[in-house]
């Protein structure tokens, strides 16, 4: 009878934009996949099936367990995450620029995707577990420890757009769980002061990524070739777009990175800006209903588990469009229910699967 209730209240209308997302994601790579002369159409548009079911099963798992059993086993996520992610820096990186993967048998899987769920899991426990105290200042600093770890092994990877997405969430859930707003101040100063120094840490390929993006006719055949190419993508694609499977930026295989990162310059090019309205829109929808759920949860741990997973949903959308338009620099974040890759999929849908979680629960009781 529990479960009859549960799937009775689940927000219907989110799930409709959420399998509408996953539906012109499939289309839009199986048009990304079809590049000059490679035979991968098939390859690419399997897999992603497979990853999407797999992401339904996790998404399920997710709605029908009690959310507040997950919070509960937080700290054994969190930690299980951790290992993986000291893995990816133990093994040998085989020549890669940045090692992000763990191969497990057939299968690659990237700690740092899984890292978001569990880091806004703990986060919620912490935070339900200590309440009014995080207004004192070493209540405020433990959050900031729990959720620097993880941050600092994903930086090291290098992984800086992964890293970059935490912190707005993580300041999303310290405000609403009750922060002093002088400490929350003082974490973005002290962020912004450490600018300068940080940038002697980076990697010489993450430097010319920003210096690409300021002037990136500075090396329109290197650095600065894929903002250009994802531009003209989306700028060629015009009101009405050129058509499914017509676009030429994907077909001649101009843009690197189409059917993962820059996903949305492809689908833009082929439905242009009226497709992208209805695509952004979808998406909008999906972080809207999931602000609603967040609102309306009824206890503290409901509110900051979705408050801080759509806010990371919300993160990943928004900055991926932005590198895609030349807003940003390139980060490597995939746009969610879109790009290519399995565990991204894996880690969104099951952060879906929560909020939906919280918001039926808030309606049975």
């Known amino acids: 009878m529990e479960i009859r209730t549960l799937i009775r209240d689940l927000d219907w209308v989110l799930l409709s934009a959420l399998a509408a997302v996953l539906s012109l994601g499939l289309l839009t790579l199986y048009s990304a996949s079809q590049q000059s002369g490679l035979e991968t159409t098939a390859t690419y548009c399997l897999r992603q099936m497979v990853w999407v079911f797999i992401g339904l099963c996790f998404m399920c798992a997710a709605i029908f367990i009690d959310y507040h059993r997950f919070v509960a086993f937080a700290p054994v996520i969190y930690a299980s995450v951790l290992v993986g992610l000291i893995a990816v820096l133990v093994i040998p990186s085989q020549g890669q620029r940045a090692q992000r993967w ?67 969430v993580v300041l999303v859930m310290l405000y609403l769980a009750g922060s002093k707003t002088k400490h929350i101040v003082l974490l973005g100063v002290l962020g912004l002061a450490s600018s300068p120094v940080l940038w002697h840490f980076l990697k010489d390929y993450q430097k010319m990524r920003l210096v690409a993006f300021i002037k990136p006719e500075v090396d329109p055949l290197g650095w600065g070739y894929q903002t250009i190419q994802s531009t003209i993508a989306v700028g060629s694609g015009k009101f009405l777009g050129k058509g499914w499977l017509q676009g030429t930026q994907a077909r001649l295989n101009f843009l690197p990175a189409q059917h993962t990162d820059f996903i949305f310059s492809v689908y833009t090019e082929e439905w242009g800006f009226i497709g992208a309205a209805i695509l952004l829109g979808l998406l909008s929808l999906i972080v809207a209903r999931g602000l609603r759920i967040a609102l309306q949860a009824r206890d503290f741990s409901g509110n900051i ?61």
């Open 102 to 168: 763990l191969s497990l048998g057939p299968v690659q899987v990237q700690p740092s995707e899984l890292c978001k769920v569990a880091v806004v899991l703990l986060l919620a426990r912490y935070l339900d577990t200590v309440k009014i105290k995080i207004k004192h200042l070493r209540y405020f600093l433990g959050a900031i420890v729990l959720f620097g770890l993880p941050l600092m092994l994903i930086t090291v990877e290098p992984d800086l757009g992964t890293a970059m997405v935490f912190v707005p």
């Open 305 to 365: 588990l979705a408050a801080g997973l759509i806010t990371m949903l919300a993160c990943h959308f928004l900055i991926n469009v932005a590198v895609v338009l030349g807003l940003m620099p390139v980060t490597g974040l995939p746009l969610p229910f879109m790009s290519y890759g399995g565990s991204s999929l894996v880690s969104m849908m099951t952060l879906v699967g929560l909020v939906l979680n919280v918001g039926a629960r808030t309606r049975m009781f």
